[in-house]
């Protein structure tokens, strides 16, 4: 199905092109991507629930499985619900109400950052009326993602938090230090960064713990290597980072 993203849906979020299954660290959740992979490419109707912490990987794992699904010629979008919410805020809600009259039309749609509907009763009404017509769609496919799980949401329209219960939940799983030194050493490499286990353990070690402050810190050295010829050091780290 041939759908004018751009034209009709002008807050689509614009797909990263290094948002890709390729470039996501499976280790730990390799049934999960099997299922998203599915999900995007077969025809089957499936709704499923993805959480996991900040920077674990959620927003990446929705971009991945709608692109597949654009590879295989299905219609797909994502959308960001911080981004329609903050269009809502400069323009008003009265310009946007009918933003998800249309969306079932997709054959994929994923809509992240769902914790926010908490306190916004005019947004959670319209997803669920959304809900409402993909339920009664044949084979409709859906993927929402977030922080918190649809039990730990505290949402006033309770028939909308029925709703997102019928989706199937899958949670990204916490990795440990090992892990974290690995997951580190496979972004440096889809960067072009030589990334040793010394130099990965001491950003785990002397860094923030947290994956989204430890990914953030591997983009400020790839725009900084150039003049290290693309290879880590303790020492240049030390320097460069001030640590």
Same mark, same amino acid.
């Given at each position: 199905?041939?759908i004018?993203?751009?034209?009709?849906?002008?807050?689509?979020?614009?797909?990263?092109?290094? *948002?890709?299954f390729?470039?996501?660290?499976?280790?730990?959740?390799?049934?999960?991507?099997?299922?998203?992979?599915?999900?995007?490419?077969?025809?089957?109707?499936?709704?499923?629930?993805?959480?996991?912490?900040?920077?674990s990987?959620?927003?990446?794992?929705?971009?991945?499985?709608s692109? @597949?699904?654009?590879?295989?010629?299905?219609?797909?979008?994502v959308? $960001?619900?911080?981004?329609?919410?903050?269009?809502?805020? $400069?323009?008003?809600?009265?310009?946007?109400?009918?933003?998800? /009259?249309?969306l079932?039309?997709?054959?994929? @749609?994923?809509?992240?950052?769902?914790e926010?509907?908490?306190?916004?009763?005019?947004?959670?009404?319209q997803?669920?009326?959304?809900?409402?017509?993909?339920? +009664?769609?044949?084979?409709?496919?859906?993927?929402?993602?977030?922080?918190?799980l *649809?039990?730990?949401?505290?949402?006033? @329209?309770?028939?909308?938090?029925?709703r997102?219960?019928?989706? !199937?939940?899958?949670?990204?799983? !916490?990795?440990?230090?090992?892990q974290?030194?690995?997951?580190?050493?496979?972004?440096?490499? *889809?960067?072009?960064?030589?990334?040793? /286990?010394?130099?990965?353990?001491?950003?785990?070690?002397?860094?923030?713990?947290?994956?989204?402050?430890?990914? +953030?810190?591997?983009?400020?050295?790839?725009?900084?290597?150039?003049? $290290?010829?693309?290879?880590? !050091?303790v020492?240049?780290?030390?320097?460069?980072?001030?640590?």
């Amino acid at each position: 199905m041939a759908i004018e993203i751009n034209q009709q849906f002008p807050l689509a979020l614009k797909l990263d092109s290094s *948002a890709t299954f390729a470039n996501f660290w499976e280790h730990n959740d390799a049934q999960l991507i099997s299922e998203l992979k599915d999900l995007a490419m077969q025809d089957s109707g499936a709704w499923i629930y993805l959480t996991g912490g900040t920077g674990s990987g959620v927003s990446h794992l929705l971009q991945a499985c709608s692109a @597949l699904a654009n590879q295989h010629n299905y219609s797909s979008m994502v959308l $960001s619900l911080a981004e329609l919410m903050a269009a809502g805020e $400069s323009s008003g809600t009265e310009g946007l109400a009918g933003f998800f /009259d249309s969306l079932d039309d997709f054959d994929l @749609l994923c809509i992240d950052d769902i914790e926010l509907l908490v306190g916004q009763p005019f947004w959670q009404e319209q997803l669920f009326y959304l809900l409402e017509k993909l339920r +009664n769609k044949a084979n409709s496919r859906l993927l929402i993602g977030g922080h918190q799980l *649809a039990s730990q949401l505290d949402i006033e @329209l309770k028939d909308l938090k029925s709703r997102l219960k019928w989706a !199937t939940g899958y949670q990204l799983k !916490t990795l440990d230090d090992s892990q974290k030194i690995l997951l580190l050493q496979f972004k440096a490499k *889809a960067l072009g960064l030589t990334m040793s /286990d010394e130099v990965a353990r001491f950003l785990v070690n002397r860094c923030s713990r947290n994956i989204a402050d430890l990914l +953030n810190v591997l983009n400020q050295l790839d725009k900084l290597a150039l003049s $290290s010829g693309r290879r880590l !050091t303790v020492p240049w780290i030390k320097s460069v980072l001030d640590l």
